[in-house]
């Protein structure tokens, strides 16, 4: 059971995530948590201002403090881990200059600082619980910091948490490397952790609590009208992840998949909610399509050369150097003489770039939007494609780029990030509102 930083945020939140683990107690449950809400992005803060000045750490001290007094747990729960991050902070300070690796290790506060707080919350509720670092059952990553790899686990958890007394509440989004630095797994890394621990264990489950009922057909922030799904596949689940949906992080559903542990998510404020189940194959015949995801801030880089007709090697030219200044491709289109990419990740981009000119003529597109059409429909269904293309252009939308995936789970698009919204909810009234053609 995971437990985000929303599910998390105050002295309530918790004592509702108490009551939920209460009744699933029959369940044998391990709980893996986040930092409260709010607390990763003051930690990203201080680090950075660390490097200036002796970074005051005051507020996070009173932000626990309330939720703990509110609890009614122990004064000094956290009192040696905020002397270790003023000593952190302090030495940043005195080198001048924060590291990957120091970076990792202070933002690793915010998991091991809610960690004690839902364990000892648990304890004052009746459900005994003990706060693991994750790191000390045996989750191991290489040593990418901010993004790291989580290693194989080979019967590592399942006996570091037979030596655990009570529930084991343990940190989500950290480790450490075989140098026994910490480390961070990325964005919604606490996803992966459970995942990771799931698979580690054999899970039956793999509860992701958050905020909203379950994944939804769009992001209720530019669709309103967004439903929750009841049922989907990890296909279908990853490319939502890996195209911009918040509410599972892209990678976290590789170890439930690796074990069949279907995964459901959550949420911590209506928990009898079903929420959405997602499994291994999942095939409705009358539905066509399972949700929309986007993305912002998407980068296009279009390589132009006619040095690339009928010569072999000239795509590997172009992903090799990707792969050697480490940036992430998303979407490809190809054509006899240009190659065009989309990016998240633009760090070393402008070193990329100088490399790709000495064969090619290269361009570059900021603040673009991709949006993605998720279902199995797709691949079953003639005239998808039409379907979607067909409401952009009635809504005055440009389409830069498009790509239709080979499992044809999924039709993507670039548009001008000014009409990223207006995609969206043209592709949501298509497929789902009522009035469409085809609904649900």
Not at 283 to 304: F, G, Q, S, Y
Request: charged residues 25%.
């Amino acid at each position: 059971m995971k437990f985000g930083g929303t599910s998390l945020r105050d002295a309530a939140a918790i004592r509702s995530v108490c009551e939920i683990v209460r009744s699933r107690m029959d369940s044998h449950p391990v709980i893996v948590v986040s930092a409260h809400s709010g607390v990763t992005d003051r930690l990203v803060g201080l680090a950075e201002s660390a490097v200036a000045s002796t970074s005051a750490i005051d507020d996070l001290v009173e932000r626990h403090a309330k939720i703990r007094e509110e609890l009614g747990i122990r004064e000094d729960l956290h009192g040696e881990l905020f002397h270790e991050l003023q000593d952190l902070c302090r030495g940043i300070h005195l080198v001048g200059e924060l590291s990957p690796r120091s970076r990792d290790y202070i933002l690793s506060f915010g998991e091991r600082l809610s960690a004690r707080t839902v364990a000892a919350a648990m304890t004052a509720a009746g459900l005994p619980a003990s706060a693991i670092d994750s790191f000390d059952i045996g989750v191991r990553t290489d040593s990418r910091f901010g993004n790291a790899r989580l290693a194989p686990d080979e019967g590592r958890i399942l006996a570091g948490l037979s030596d655990i007394r009570g529930l084991p509440v343990v940190t989500g989004y950290i480790a450490k490397d075989a140098a026994g630095n910490i480390t961070t797994l990325g964005r919604n890394g606490s996803d992966l952790s459970a995942a990771y621990l799931g698979n580690a264990i054999d899970a039956d489950e793999i509860q992701i609590w958050t905020d909203v009922d379950g994944v939804l057909t769009a992001d209720p922030r530019v669709v309103p009208s967004a439903r929750p799904i009841a049922e989907m596949s990890y296909d279908e689940a990853a490319e939502l992840a890996n195209h911009g949906g918040k509410v599972l992080h892209p990678a976290s559903l590789a170890p439930a998949i690796q074990k069949s542990i279907p995964v459901r998510v959550l949420n911590t404020h209506r928990p009898d909610s079903a929420g959405t189940l997602i499994v291994k194959q999942s095939d409705d015949p009358n539905l066509v399509v399972r949700c929309i995801a986007h993305k912002r801030r998407v980068t296009i880089v279009n390589v132009e050369s006619s040095r690339m007709l009928a010569q072999s090697g000239f795509l590997a030219r172009i992903f090799g150097c990707f792969q050697r200044w480490n940036i992430s491709v998303d979407m490809v289109a190809t054509s006899e003489i240009s190659v065009s990419i989309t990016l998240d990740n633009t760090e070393n981009l402008d070193d990329a770039v100088r490399e790709l000119e000495d064969f090619a003529t290269v361009s570059v597109e900021h603040d673009l939007g991709l949006v993605c059409v998720v279902g199995h429909g797709i691949k079953n269904r003639l005239g998808v494609p039409a379907r979607v293309l067909d409401p952009l252009h009635r809504t005055g939308v440009v389409v830069r780029m498009i790509s239709l995936g080979a499992l044809k789970v999924n039709v993507s698009l670039v548009v001008d990030g000014a009409d990223l919204d207006r995609a969206v909810r043209a592709l949501h009234d298509e497929f789902f509102e009522v009035g469409g053609p085809e609904h649900g």
